[in-house]
């Protein structure tokens, strides 16, 4: 499968493979387009895959660039950027159990270089930015985008500029300087932030900005998530997924992987049914879902799931087509539930995560609640950042027993617990 053009998601005219991202006869975005797949012999293509690097990489085929995969002479060596992917798909029975589910998966993308499924994305727009010559990379972030660009431009030894919300959570910050970019924090909210970017774009002729003039090869990299999870499953899709939204270009290309391998039959299993994640403070994809309607109305973002916060989501109205034509929903939950769905997690799987994954984890509790799924379902939450990046959500969520260094200090503390 190779790469063949940009392609406008609406009126299908084609461009060359640059760095560009809008359609000029209707403003539609664009998506890469492949030549139809010559697969002979999937048993072939499987071992090909699992004899591939322990990263996105192994999936170059399905990806858009034109060396096939970035450092490909020295698998792990950061001359092709900081290798992201292969994270883990854990069984989680005892969340399963809690919800009244047979079987329940997670993928932890927190399990990534900088800890968020970012570093997906990021690869794949930074491998594609280095192809077309460009010299530095930026980003219009909601937080984890900033992380992954100033590591992947460490990793590469490319300048960086992360434009982020000046209200983020402090972890976030200095989670992303440390790798020696330049910080920009706007005095706006996210849609402020990618504004400026845009424009920036127009007059930065060296940057790649990852999710604005590199977008199409950045959202490929989300793919990978899809293809991951049906490797994992043994070359099989699940029954349904419940991953969370924002701009919804993740949501959208989870579908688009699992159909890319459904069409050439390397994985079986039907369609999966995709449930959304929302929170009610940046909520105008589930909106949209819950009126009926096709387009989403911007709205201005407040809620403790910051990553999630974008309030006129480019994706939004591919999101609600694939939501609708799997049979699934658009959910959404409160900041309250968000915490709740931290410590659900946490405590029945191990998986500390930040507030998205709260907001997935608390929207999947409430799928199952309401008995929109069947117990017999294989079902795959899609964690995709971690808990140590918004500590706040949990601050006061739990006692700490306070002692003095004694043993009958202990002893009265616990008085009655099981010896
Ligand atoms: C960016 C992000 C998402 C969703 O991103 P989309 O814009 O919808 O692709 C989900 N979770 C986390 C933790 C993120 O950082
Ligand atoms: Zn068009």
Redesign the pocket.
Known sequence: MAATALKCRECKTEYALEARYVCERCFGPLEVAYSAPDVHDVGELRRKIQGGPQNIWRYADFLPLESGQPGSASRNSTAGGLPAGCTPLIRADRLAERLGLREVWVKNDAANPTH???DR?VSVASARAKELGFTTLACAS????ANAVAAQAAALGLPSYVFIPSNLEEQKILATGVYGTNVVAVKGNYDDVNRLCVELSGEREGWAFV?VNMRPYY?EG?KTLAYEIAEQLGWSTPDRIV?????????T?LDKGFEEWREINLISGSRPTFNGAQAVGCNPVAHAFELGRDFCQPVKPDTIAK??A?GN???GPY?LEVARATNGSIEQVTDDEIRRGIRLLAETTGVFT?T??GT?AATLAKLAEQGAIDPGERVVLVI??DGL?TLDAVRDSFAVHTIEPTYEAFEAEFAGAAV
């Open positions: 968020s499924f970012k994305v909601t937080g984890n985008l999710n959202a989300s991953a969370p939204i924002a701009s919804g270009s993740l949501f290309k990553s999630l974008i989501p480019a994706d999101a930040e998205a994954g997935t995709t950042g990046k």
